[in-house]
């Protein structure tokens, strides 16, 4: 039904898809799979339409075609259930589904009646029992991912692409849907099914297309697939290890944790961290590994005191229990916090380098009462040095730097603060691998000088490159933990996936 | 010279952009009207703009941090009406039958307190509810207005003697008191800006607010202190105003606060925050400034004024724009 041929998508130097070619027969569930980062993502959006810059060739009944944006595709008959949800919250289901592509009367009215009958039916179908009208916003967040499935519904579509449909919904949703799912296969449909979910891949998929750094591994039936062969498919490959000193011993813990919990924020009733207890000692690497959603993110930012009022537990810092309800607490505990977004949250990009090196620290360049110049770009030129940021000079905007150079500003910042555990979220997302073995080095060099260090990563290479010591998440809960000697990619994995069914 | 670092050159361009129109305002009114490059007519315009530069101050400072204030107008006219009521009648308490007298420095003193203190409360309600600055200021600004009428009684607080009227009329070493207010006013506010944590947080909040708040920095304390601080100055201004007319109007200030937005977008400063300056904010004040007095003195409707400050002001924004796509 479509198959695409050596697609080569690249992003500002780095290349997302190298090569590949797949196809996705029809009355056929396919299954994407892949690590992060692997291009499942990138892919799905060449083939609806959303990148139309890319190299390579799509057939879709044996003609090449080349979709310009998403309605392109739309009018071929490729619709995308995307894993955000993409909804108006103030329009009701009716209006959302026929967002765009509105039915009119002959008047050129909006022909209400219709499209509110054509949108009743899709729910039946889809057993979602709320009436049209309600408001998208007044739905959980299950019920909206049903009303995505139903809005690439509503087209007869020829081939439908599922990016993790099930993130957000509940089991009984999700044994609808694959009802849903097979109804399509027998009308002769393509499915492609990207999940991270095993049991659920087992369960649906007739076939399994891999993914790996950009390139496509294999694909083959699903039938004689055991869960662990998939897993050496998604990770086999030869990485190199920087660290791994086995049988290093860490001084004692510079943070301890203890049952920390953190309350979802808009379900009171669910906890997005559960119970976590786990201590980073002075000198050491943790690496904490989790899927998309495993909570890696909340975990750092709740340690750092951004989720004052919602997260509970004890957490000692060097031996005294302290509980962060600002940031500024615990940078002058002696906490930094290199966050995943650096472009929002790192750096002020209108602001030069120097003027974001000294932010979180500025009694380092005050001089009686009034911030000294002189004094700050030092500061600056000595991290510009120290890491070698590659800046025309002090002056220069954070905007105008490379992602790479970013990252080494924002570390400069906290290097300049002194701390005793520096926290690192996604370190080396979307910088080139010279950057990035550089920022491994420097990680290393300053866990040697007796700094803790907390690296959370969805990348395995990375965590296992630099840990000491492997925390793995999985749904808000510490579901495994390996030193250095025992991690390996598929024992980490394994830990990571949920399990749903 | 200039052009070999672009990130550096472009504040300088910008600044010296507004001085060239500046220049060539002052030049074409100075063709059209002999009375307008007079000493008199000199200080007369400095004097009417000081007021106008004490509260755009206050503005740049808000919009910095990527806010706005709509208040500013009416805490102005609150903050003249307190002064002056103050100093004219002091406070009678009828209970225990007590009077206090004010003296004119007890009666400034009673003013910035007023401005400050309804400037910190529209902080407080934007950062305690996290209401739009927008809402909370624009609440305000009918809320010190109904209070300046409740206080005055909707009539002009006058003859407030020569000591008060001082602040607004005098002179000092040659120059009107209200230009020495102003200046003393932005240079302390160029220093608090290039100088002082405060400063820097302003255009950190401004930049990135989530950044910041990584960084330590205490939003909410940073962002009150800012809406009290223009509170002050829209204070100060009322006194300027207050004390020139020797008259505390019940509808002073009404739309100071366009002429404060204008002043701060003509003078470079991003609406979003992060991005701007004081002294860019003064010019943009002596533009208008100049701007008023030129139209006046070339017989021009008030009405058509209004036309052409508007489009004064669309011109800059339109030519920021494009400074910035150019970046």
């Known amino acids: ?93 009716a209006e959302n589904l026929f967002l765009g592509r509105e039915l009119t009367t002959d008047w050129g009215l909006l022909d209400q009646k219709q499209m509110r009958r054509k949108t009743q039916e899709l729910l039946t179908r889809l057993k979602l029992d709320v009436p049209p009208d309600t408001l998208v916003g007044e739905l959980k967040v299950g019920q909206q991912q049903v009303v995505e499935i139903a809005k690439a519904l509503l087209e007869e579509s020829e081939v439908i692409i599922m990016d993790e449909p099930t993130s957000a919904i509940s089991e009984s949703e999700v044994a609808v849907l694959f009802g849903l799912i097979r109804d399509l296969r027998r009308e002769g449909k393509a499915v492609v099914y990207i999940s991270h979910k095993l049991d659920e891949l087992f369960t649906i998929a007739d076939r399994y297309v891999v993914l790996r750094d950009g390139h496509s591994i294999e694909s083959g ?49 669910e906890n997005q961290l559960k119970n976590l207890s786990f201590s980073v000692g002075r000198g050491e690497i943790v690496g904490l590994f989790g899927l998309m959603g495993a ?85 600056a030129r000595k991290y510009i040095t120290d890491l070698r940021i590659k800046t025309p000079s002090e002056k220069q905007e954070a905007r105008n730097l490379s992602g790479g150079n970013q ?63 492997v925390l793995v998440l999985s749904e808000g809960r510490l579901t495994a933990e390996f030193s250095a000697a025992e991690a390996t990619e598929n024992a980490i994995l394994k830990a990571a996936i949920p399990s749903t069914i | 010279m200039q052009l070999a670092l672009p990130a550096n050159s472009r504040p300088l361009l910008l600044k010296f952009q507004s001085l ?32 106008n530069v004490c509260i755009s101050t206050g503005m740049t400072l808000v919009v910095l941090t990527a806010g706005i204030d709509l208040s500013v ?6 903050a003249g009406a307190i002064a002056a009521g103050l100093l004219r009648n002091g406070i009678a308490l009828t209970g225990p039958d007590l009077f206090i007298g004010f003296t004119v420095l007890g009666a400034v003193v009673a003013g910035l307190g007023t401005g400050t203190a309804l400037g910190w409360f529209n902080g407080w309600v934007i950062t305690r509810f996290r209401l739009p600055p927008f809402v909370a200021t624009l609440a305000m600004l009918t809320i010190a207005r109904g209070l300046t009428m409740l206080w005055t009684g909707g009539f002009p607080i006058t003859g407030l003697g020569d000591s008060f009227d001082y602040l607004g009329t005098g002179w000092l070493l040659g120059i009107p008191v209200p230009v020495w207010v102003s200046g003393l006013i932005v240079a302390l506010a160029v220093l608090v800006t ?102 006046v003195l070339l017989n021009v409707s008030p009405f058509w004024q209004q036309v052409v400050k508007g489009f004064v002001i669309l011109l800059a924004v339109i030519i920021d724009k494009s400074n910035a796509k150019n970046d």
């Open chain 1, 1 to 93: 039904m479509l198959v695409a041929e050596n697609i080569t998508k690249r992003f500002a130097g780095v290349t997302a898809l190298d090569k590949v070619c797949l196809e996705f027969p029809a009355g056929q569930v396919t299954a994407v799979i892949g690590e992060n980062g692997a291009g499942k993502s990138t892919l799905m959006k060449i083939l609806s339409g959303v990148y139309a810059d890319y190299e390579g060739q799509i057939y879709f009944r044996g003609q090449p075609v080349r979709f310009a944006s998403i309605r392109d595709a739309q009018a071929c008959g490729i619709a995308i259930i995307h894993q955000e949800l993409n909804l108006v919250p103030y329009l009701s289901i």
């Open chain 1, 221 to 269: 039936p699903m039938a004689g697939m055991t869960p662990d062969d998939i897993i050496r498919k998604m990770v086999g490959r030869d990485i190199t290890i920087i660290r791994q000193q086995a049988g290093k011993t860490c001084g004692e813990p510079v943070v301890t944790v203890r049952d920390l919990c953190l309350r979802h924020p808009t379900r009171p009733n």
């Open chain 1, 295 to 379: 909570g890696r993110t909340e975990l750092l930012e709740t340690l750092f005191g951004l989720h004052h009022g919602r997260a509970s537990g004890r957490v000692w810092v060097e031996g005294k229990e302290t509980f962060f309800t600002a940031p500024i607490g615990a940078i002058k505990a002696g906490l930094g916090l290199v966050p995943e977004d650096r472009k929002r949250d790192g750096l002020v990009l209108g602001l030069d380098v120097q003027t974001n090196i000294s932010l979180a620290d500025l009694g380092n360049v005050e001089k009686t009462g009034l911030l000294n110049r002189v004094k700050e770009a030092l500061l």
């Open chain 1, 407 to 469: 990252q080494k500003i924002v570390l400069g910042k906290w290097l300049a603060t002194n701390p005793r555990l520096l926290m690192l979220d996604e370190p080396t997302r979307g910088i080139d691998i010279n950057a990035k073995n550089e920022i491994y080095k420097l990680m290393l060099q300053l866990a040697d000088a007796g700094m803790g260090i907390l690296v959370a990563s969805s990348e395995l290479p990375e965590i296992l490159a630099v840990s000491d010591r």
């Open chain 2, 20 to 51: 060239i129109a500046l220049f060539v305002l002052c030049l074409g009114i100075s063709l059209l009207s002999d009375k307008f490059l007079t000493g008199a007519n000199f200080w007369n315009v400095l004097r009417q703009i000081s007021v």
């Open chain 2, 73 to 78: 107008g009416s805490v102005l006219a609150l």
């Open chain 2, 194 to 295: 290039n100088k002082t944590r405060l400063g820097r947080y302003i255009y950190a909040i401004g930049g990135s607010e989530s950044a910041a708040r990584l960084s330590g920095v205490n939003i909410n304390r940073v962002k009150t202190t800012v809406y009290a601080l223009a509170g002050a100055l829209a204070a100060v201004g009322g006194l300027l105003v207050t004390a020139r007319l020797d008259s505390a109007q019940p509808n002073a200030g009404s739309s100071y606060e366009l002429d404060s937005i204008a002043a701060v977008v003509i003078g470079g400063t991003s609406l979003a925050g992060g991005r701007g300056s004081i002294l860019g904010t003064v010019q943009g004040a002596v533009i208008i400034g100049v701007l008023n007095n030129g139209l």
